[in-house]
């Protein structure tokens, strides 16, 4: 059974940083493209970023409202997925799901709030 | 960026009724290897998002056959053949043929 496990989420301060982890199972981590989405409180779906694998080059891609803020970046041994975000604003407050690419599992997400 | 526009963005609809979603894009999603990549995900309350459809018209495991995708192009239709009470939620096309995917902005499935 695929499971994707999100950790890390909590309160932090505009211009904070904070690092999420994202556990996967029950697929091979290693040959997955990986990807992040977020969901504003109420709102809808937006893309974050994607991470290839290295197999496929390692390489990401950003959201324009994040790039040059948030990394994404995988340690295949340990079959986990992380989103480095710098520089939070309060707009990124928002649940934060890691999902396959495409996107056909999903984790639980966790929950990201920038406030002062 | 690819605009989705999905209508309506709520559809009370009667338990046992069909029900429709649309979504267009504004530019094709025909990709350069030939296929289309336009998915739809479900989100019921309080849930993670759950993908029911990818390019175009093929189901998920353990989707019921009773919902089906349709389109080409730049239109896009989800049918809820009869709607039926764990249906309820937010229907999210989502294009995965351009950099970067983008959402619709939800349709609100509720039972009248």
């Known amino acids: 059974e695929v499971q994707l496990v999100e950790s890390g989420g909590g309160l932090v301060k505009p211009g904070g940083s904070l690092r999420l982890s994202c556990a996967a199972s029950g697929f091979t981590f290693i040959n997955a493209w990986m990807s992040w989405v977020r969901q504003a409180p109420g709102k809808g779906l937006e ?35 992380y989103l480095q975000m710098n520089s939070l604003k309060t707009e990124d407050t928002a649940v934060y799901y890691c999902s396959t690419d495409p996107p056909g599992y999903w984790g639980q997400g966790t929950l990201v709030t920038v406030s002062s | 960026d690819v605009v989705m526009t999905q209508s309506p963005l709520s559809l009370p609809v009667t338990l046992g009724q069909p029900a429709s979603i649309s979504c267009t894009s504004s530019q094709s999603l025909v990709h350069s290897d030939g296929n289309t990549y336009l998915n739809w995900f479900q989100q019921r309350p309080g849930q993670s998002p759950r993908r029911l459809i990818y390019k175009v018209s093929n189901r998920d495991s353990g989707v019921p056959d009773r919902f089906s995708g349709s389109g080409s192009g730049t239109d896009f239709t989800l049918k809820i053949s009869r709607v039926e009470a764990e249906d309820v939620g937010v229907y999210y096309c989502m294009q995965g043929t351009h950099w970067p995917r983008t959402f619709g902005q939800g349709t609100k499935v509720e039972i009248k």
């Open chain 1, 47 to 81: 893309w974050v970023g994607r991470i290839k694998s290295r197999t496929d080059g390692g390489t990401t891609d950003y959201a324009a409202p994040v790039k040059d803020r948030f990394s994404i970046s995988r340690d295949d041994s340990k079959n986990t997925l």
